[in-house]
């Protein structure tokens, strides 16, 4: 195979792995080197450290990073405001920036030009290339969720979110060659459904989330990172009504809560029950240490990379219809499902006082993922469309 040179316009530089769109770069860029060479562009709003840009330069020719400026943010935020694009995708946007990574990018004069999310489209538009872009998940369905989960001024903010972002999602299927999604239920929640939309699942390391026998400290794990609101909102319902009904039939039961961007106003909820644990700096830990592993999203879209790990790891785990719509996992042989307080509740005691139930509901679990969501399958599809 000819190497062919790839342009990779991201929102974020791909390291730490602390979000999803960064871990599913970040694998996909380390796939992508063995067969091409990748000129990356990353926006970053901080400057990166070298031990990040160090575990990311192996895998590319070339690094370009551009700093966001906090004071453009605001201008730019507050702009789209008043034009037909998400507050999401003006908040990412620097005319600056553009006029910059378009020189650049022609300087290269790539094959192809693969941009990650409707944050990097307005870069990647006019670009004279063939050009791919990875919605990664229906944003629009996000948003449409969240808004009925809201009221008030921030409900308003999110229907209108929503309405752009649909809007936006149908532009960027006319401005792109090509563009990839996370799952069958994303694709089929955009407006439009060209056969240019091409699935690319997210994956997990199989290697490095293998399950680990150490000592069980807590009975349920919830991660992620909390500065994603449909992350917030399932610690939210975790802590203010799963957990107090949960303490009334076990008094000593305990929830550890893990991952980045913990706010500091969780904190008046720790007690002998619940655990901040925060940012791990070796994740599996926090899987390794619970019985079970819960996930009570409402909202959100996509594959919830939390949970590929935790069944990788052979952690029980107990989710909602809406995750398993793209999970597409066996209810009651690999994964729990659950809707409501109620039932999350009897279905976690139940769990924990079936041990034999819990390890079955693991090897299976651990089967499924092994069988279906390896990086390296997903990566080898992307490689074939680029």
């Not at 769109?21 to 901080?46: G, M, P």
């Not at 791919?132 to 944003?139: G, M, P, R, Y």
């Not at 893990?258 to 002998?272: V, W």
């Not at 070796?282 to 019985?291: K, L, P, T």
């Amino acid at each position: 195979m000819n190497r062919k040179k790839i342009a990779i316009i991201l929102s974020r530089f791909p390291y730490p792995l602390d979000k999803g769109d960064k871990l599913r770069a970040f694998n996909q860029i380390k796939y992508i080197s063995k067969f091409h060479d990748i000129f990356l562009f990353a926006l970053n709003e901080a400057p990166v450290s070298k031990i990040d840009y160090d575990m990311v330069a192996p895998y590319c020719k070339e690094i370009k990073v551009f700093k966001l400026r906090k004071f453009e943010i605001v201008v730019q935020s507050f702009l789209s405001l008043f034009k037909s694009i998400p507050v999401q995708v003006g908040y990412f946007y620097s005319p600056s920036i553009h006029r910059q990574m378009t020189k650049a990018i022609k300087q290269i004069n790539p094959d192809t030009v693969y941009c990650q999310l409707s944050r990097t489209a307005l870069y990647g538009k006019e670009l004279p290339f063939n050009k791919v872009i990875d919605f990664q998940d229906a944003f629009s369905m996000n948003y449409d969720r969240m808004q009925r989960n809201m009221s008030g001024i921030q409900q308003l903010f999110y229907k209108r979110e929503s309405i752009r972002m649909k809007q936006f999602e149908t532009s960027m299927l006319q401005w792109f060659d090509t563009t990839t999604i996370i799952s069958e239920h994303d694709k089929s929640n955009l407006a439009s459904q060209p056969n240019t939309t091409i699935v690319i699942s997210n994956g997990v390391d199989l290697d490095y989330f293998q399950p680990q026998s150490i000592a069980k400290t807590v009975d349920l794990l919830f991660l992620g990172n909390l500065s994603y609101q449909p992350n917030r909102a399932a610690v939210d319902f975790l802590i203010q009504h799963i957990m107090p009904a949960l303490i009334k039939i076990r008094p000593t039961i305990k929830l550890n809560i893990a991952g980045a961007s913990m706010p500091e106003e969780l904190k008046k909820y720790e007690s002998n029950n619940i655990h901040l644990s925060g940012w791990h700096d070796d994740i599996r830990v926090a899987y390794a240490s619970a019985r079970l592993f819960v996930a009570p999203l409402f909202t959100g879209a996509g594959l919830q990379n939390k949970l590929l790990e935790a069944m990788s790891m052979k952690v029980p785990s107990i989710t909602t219809s809406i995750v398993n719509a793209s999970l597409h996992a066996t209810e009651n042989k690999e994964v729990i499902i659950a809707n409501t307080t109620e039932e999350f509740v009897s279905k976690i005691i139940q769990l924990l006082d079936n041990p034999e139930q819990q390890i079955q509901l693991a090897s299976q679990a651990y089967e499924f993922v092994s069988k279906k969501y390896g990086w390296d399958q997903s990566n080898q599809q992307l490689v074939d469309l680029l």
